[in-house]
């Protein structure tokens, strides 16, 4: 047992030693989350066909880590020199030494990953909670553990978020399909993701217009700029930045922040990303003018 927050949680240190292990996290709404060991998850609320990440049986969820929900790269200048670092990524794997741990709450309603890398003096941690009034929050903490500053280029967000009105035994049977049908937007004004169908799909011959959406949106970051899709990382990767993405159509939504800035030592830098189902247009109208007019940071907590 240790305490975080004044919250007593259960930790499992060096998790990543450890055959992969599923978990529930439960929530006092109707949110559910079935989440890997490894970082590898599906949620939603209600049931399997209000889901923000397609939900699968355990095993393809585990193996779904480099694709599906959490994905953060880091490129850290330390000396004149550049490092890449990607927390919880296992084509990295023995390249630094690092620490993974896990934490779940004594309410099993939170989780908490954390990854420790002793040769950069880094350590990158998120946590998965859920909100009634604005879905799934992931907050998301890097602490420089050295004492000298670090120059930091951030990558960090969610892959592979579906539309809404993509249900489980459509996901399963016609994947590809679904993914012809993605669409996805940035209102820039309000830095909001909008995950969409471009119609629903149906084997009538009839039309069905799609009026509902996913939204995803973050806070914290200054200025970020935002990408709808994965097709940029590797450019990230090789140091060449990325260019905010407006619309994306045929590929599968991400919500990924891009941000750079100078972590002084023994200094940390915070952030979010709450993801929410099933929104209408009226909806997404009064997040807007919620961000705008409140520190959604005092709602959430």
């Given at each position: 047992?240790?305490?975080?927050?004044n919250e007593?949680?259960y930790?499992?240190s060096?998790v990543?030693?450890?055959?992969p292990?599923?978990?529930?996290?439960?929530?006092?709404?109707?949110h559910?989350m079935f989440?890997?060991?490894?970082?590898?998850?599906?949620?939603g609320?209600t049931?399997?066909?209000?889901?923000?990440f397609?939900y699968?049986t355990?095993?393809?969820?585990?193996?779904?880590?480099?694709n599906?929900g959490?994905?953060?790269l880091?490129?850290?200048t330390?000396e004149?020199k550049t490092?890449l670092w990607?927390?919880?990524?296992?084509r990295q794997s023995?390249?630094?030494?690092?620490?993974r741990n896990?934490?779940?709450n004594?309410?099993g309603?939170?989780v908490?990953?954390?990854?420790?890398?002793?040769?950069l003096?880094?350590q990158?941690?998120?946590?998965?909670?859920?909100?009634?009034r604005?879905?799934?929050?992931?907050?998301?903490?890097?602490?420089?553990?050295?004492?000298?500053?670090?120059q930091?280029?951030?990558?960090?967000?969610?892959?592979?978020?579906l539309?809404?009105g993509?249900?489980e035994?459509?996901?399963?049977?016609?994947?590809?399909?679904?993914d012809a049908?993605?669409k996805?937007?940035?209102?820039t004004?309000?830095?909001?993701?909008?995950?969409?169908?471009?119609?629903?799909i149906?084997?009538?011959?009839e039309?069905?217009e799609?009026l509902?959406?996913?939204?995803?949106?973050s806070s914290g970051l200054?200025?970020?700029?935002?990408?709808?899709?994965s097709?940029q990382?590797?450019?990230?990767?090789q140091g060449?930045?990325?260019?905010?993405?407006?619309?994306?159509?045929?590929?599968?939504g991400a919500?990924l922040?891009?941000?750079?800035f100078e972590l002084?030592?023994n200094?940390?830098?915070?952030?979010?990303?709450?993801?929410?189902?099933?929104k209408?247009?009226?909806?997404?109208?009064a997040?807007?003018?919620s961000?705008k007019?409140?520190?959604?940071?005092?709602?959430?907590?």
């Amino acid at each position: 047992e240790v305490s975080i927050n004044n919250e007593t949680y259960y930790k499992r240190s060096n998790v990543d030693r450890m055959r992969p292990f599923f978990m529930s996290i439960v929530s006092n709404s109707n949110h559910w989350m079935f989440i890997s060991s490894n970082s590898g998850l599906s949620a939603g609320r209600t049931n399997s066909n209000n889901a923000l990440f397609p939900y699968y049986t355990d095993d393809k969820i585990t193996e779904s880590i480099d694709n599906t929900g959490s994905k953060t790269l880091l490129l850290a200048t330390k000396e004149d020199k550049t490092y890449l670092w990607e927390p919880f990524a296992e084509r990295q794997s023995g390249l630094y030494n690092i620490e993974r741990n896990l934490y779940k709450n004594e309410f099993g309603n939170k989780v908490i990953f954390e990854e420790i890398n002793n040769d950069l003096g880094l350590q990158f941690s998120y946590e998965w909670n859920s909100s009634n009034r604005f879905g799934f929050v992931r907050s998301a903490c890097l602490s420089n553990t050295s004492t000298k500053a670090t120059q930091i280029e951030l990558l960090d967000g969610l892959q592979n978020i579906l539309p809404y009105g993509v249900g489980e035994d459509l996901q399963k049977a016609s994947s590809n399909l679904v993914d012809a049908y993605k669409k996805s937007e940035l209102h820039t004004a309000s830095g909001i993701g909008i995950y969409s169908l471009s119609a629903i799909i149906v084997d009538r011959a009839e039309p069905s217009e799609a009026l509902k959406t996913n939204l995803v949106w973050s806070s914290g970051l200054n200025n970020p700029t935002r990408l709808l899709s994965s097709k940029q990382l590797n450019s990230f990767r090789q140091g060449n930045g990325v260019i905010e993405e407006l619309e994306m159509k045929a590929e599968r939504g991400a919500y990924l922040v891009s941000s750079s800035f100078e972590l002084d030592g023994n200094s940390t830098e915070k952030w979010r990303i709450i993801a929410e189902v099933n929104k209408s247009i009226t909806d997404l109208v009064a997040l807007e003018e919620s961000l705008k007019a409140v520190d959604i940071n005092a709602l959430i907590d």
